[in-house]
């Protein structure tokens, strides 16, 4: 989700308006579950990664050019750290997959990396012409 989506989430939830993005995103993924995972986009500031007790900020390359409009980059992003997150499971359930996953650990950040790759190679490309 996007920071904006998050922000009328938590709106909508009567969360703490004063409290920072990783707040929040910390309280969505305790009611996902324990395992929950939540990634906020932030456009080109940062991307926040949530778990229930812990969150992480990580800073994202600044795209060089971009061609028309932003549709379609959260979706390019989404599908960037989902596929890395699923390459990197072995053996396991996607539940105990995900309940091992250390936000600290180098598969988030890698998982950030190839989503805002995809994202960024989005923004380069005409959406769809009306």
């Avoid at 980059?73 to 699923?86: E, H, K, Q, R, T």
């Amino acid at each position: 989700m996007n920071g904006e989506e998050l922000a009328a989430y938590a709106k909508q939830a009567k969360w703490d308006q004063d409290a920072p993005q990783s707040s929040h995103a910390r309280s969505l993924a305790g009611l996902l579950s324990s395992s929950g995972l939540v990634f906020v986009t932030n456009g080109a500031q940062s991307t926040v990664v949530a778990q229930q007790d812990v969150s992480m900020d990580f800073s994202v390359p600044k795209v060089s050019h971009v061609e028309g409009d932003t549709t379609g980059a959260g979706d390019s992003f989404a599908g960037g750290v989902l596929a890395c997150i699923l390459l990197a499971r072995q053996n396991t359930t996607l539940k105990q997959h995900l309940a091992s996953i250390d936000l600290q650990g180098s598969l988030i950040a890698e998982a950030v990396a190839k989503g805002t790759a995809l994202a960024g190679a989005s923004l380069q490309h005409q959406g769809i012409e009306e």
